[in-house]
């Protein structure tokens, strides 16, 4: 897949004021999660001022989605303030919410501001991406198993676990990722776009000190809500560092958090999620 198709998966027809249609990638066989958050933000943004950037969002994944589905986007109109405006979004399949989500949006205001340092990385340049780990590491992997998705979308990964023999690690993990195209100046379009990758990592972190995968047969897993800020403008188009840590699991339950910073250092984004991973018997 390549970034214009990836854009165009984001993208969602309006056929109503208030009702958008989204469309899916064959794969893969489940709707990957940061796709219908980053297809809800799209939605609510367009229903809501230009004057107005969302801020903050929170989403809960209530079933898996079918790829082959179309999905429709119900967006509520429940709040429009001085400063902040609120949306409320289903986005549903046959009729049955898969996902719903908050979000908040603020007209930008001059004040205060601090914030917490980037901690130590490589720069992206030393870090080698995706598409090079598993075009090297190819012949390791059975057959039929797949790279992750999200190759358009460049990902260099500082903390890389082994998929098929994962070693228990300290449960934090560093990537840096960026579109890989120039974009055009639309902040909402970048939000769109952090919004999609944010939801990439955060399970995996949770498994880390554990000998355990998201890509093993005998572990069934699922993210099950998200929660997502944006604190400052960024552009997706450059490098990003997403620096995530998991406080801890508990109950077949990982709770994980990431902080999103730009090469320069400026915190940009911040994000929770709590996931699913069950381990099944295989006998």
């Known amino acids: 897949m390549d970034i214009n198709k990836l854009l165009n998966y984001l993208h969602v027809e309006q056929i ?5 249609v989204g469309q899916s990638p064959a794969r893969p066989s489940r709707i990957f999660g940061g796709q219908v958050l980053a297809q809800c933000l799209n939605a ?19 079933r898996p989605g079918n790829p082959k589905k179309q999905i429709l986007f119900e967006v509520d109109p429940i709040r429009d303030g001085g400063s902040f405006t609120t949306r409320r979004i289903i986005a549903k399949q046959d009729g049955i ?21 980037m901690p130590e990385a490589p720069m992206p340049e030393d870090v080698e991406t995706d598409e090079e780990y598993w ?9 039929g198993m797949r790279p992750p998705n999200h190759f358009p979308i460049e ?11 994962p070693k228990p690690l300290p449960p934090h993990q560093q990537f840096w990722f960026r579109v890989a195209q120039e974009l055009p100046e ?11 990758i944010s ?6 972190t949770a498994m880390y000190p554990h000998p355990y995968s998201p890509a093993m047969p005998e572990v069934q897993c699922a993210s099950l809500d ?31 958090r990431g902080s999103f910073y730009t090469r320069d250092g400026v915190l940009i984004a911040s994000s929770v999620q709590e996931s699913l991973a069950r381990i099944r018997s295989t006998d």
């Open 226 to 256: 998200h929660g997502l800020w944006f604190h400052r403008p960024f552009r997706a188009d450059e490098y990003i560092l997403a620096d995530m840590d998991s406080p801890s699991a508990n109950g077949n339950r990982g709770f994980s």
């Open 16 to 20: 109503d004021k208030y009702v958008f």
């Open 135 to 143: 075009a090297k590491n190819a012949h390791r992997f059975p057959e």
């Open 155 to 165: 990902r260099r990964n500082v903390h890389r676990r082994d998929y098929l023999d």
């Open 44 to 62: 609510a943004s367009r229903t809501v001022g230009e004057d107005r950037l969302a801020h903050s969002l929170h989403a809960y994944f209530l």
């Open 97 to 117: 919410p898969i996902f719903n989500m908050s979000a908040s949006f603020h007209q930008f205001e001059e004040g205060y501001s601090h914030q917490m340092d």
């Open 199 to 204: 939801d990439y990592g955060l399970l995996g």
């Open 186 to 196: 639309d902040p909402r379009l970048h939000q769109v776009l952090l919004a999609y």
